[in-house]
Structures are given as C-alpha cells and as structure tokens.
C-alpha cells in the first residue's frame, strides 16, 4: 500500500517514479557512484531485478553507468544531473501527509 501511495504522489505531481525508483534514488543521493551489487543489498532486491530497474532509470536519464576506474571489471551507477535535481522535488512529496495529496 505505501509503495502505491508514494508512486501516486509522484504521478499527481507530474513524475513517473515508482516507488523502486524511488528506493534507488535515495540510495545514490546519499551515496553517488554506488556498485549495483550494493544497491541490490540495500534495497534488498535480487541482482537481476536491479539490472532491469537500472536500465530502466537509464532510459529516464536518472542515472547512467560507469566503468569503475580501479576496476574495469566493475561498474558504478552514478546519478545524471536530472537525477540530482530530482532529490530537491521528490523529497517534499514523498513527505506529504497522504490526505495532502
């Protein structure tokens, strides 16, 4: 129920971002640059599942991938500038009382 409601608070305000976005989201304004192995453990979703989710993000423009310079092998998500600027919009929304809508 708390995941719709905050997807449907986003949408009122005229922003697609589901509620997993969302979880990514704050995952990466505390910390840019984050592996996507770390995300998927913080946000306690499987490795496959944060893939998809990721490629879909990166289609919105909120995030984009990056080779980690220590090590090819790995990749880091780091946030596009539209991501940035959506922390300043979404938080105050995902803060409003659910009668405030």
């Known amino acids: 129920l708390t995941r719709r409601e905050l997807g449907q608070k986003f949408a009122l305000a005229g922003h697609k971002i589901s509620a997993e976005e969302w979880a990514v989201l704050l995952m990466l304004w505390q ?36 080779t980690d310079a220590e090590d090819r092998r790995r990749t880091r998500v780091f946030l596009t500038s539209n991501g940035q600027q959506l922390e300043n919009v979404l938080k105050p929304i995902a803060l409003l009382p659910n009668s405030a809508q």
């Open 31 to 66: 910390e840019d640059g984050r592996l996507p192995s770390k995300i998927a453990d913080l946000t306690f979703r499987d490795r496959t599942t944060v893939t998809r989710l990721l490629d879909g993000m990166e289609k919105k423009q909120l995030i984009e991938r990056r």
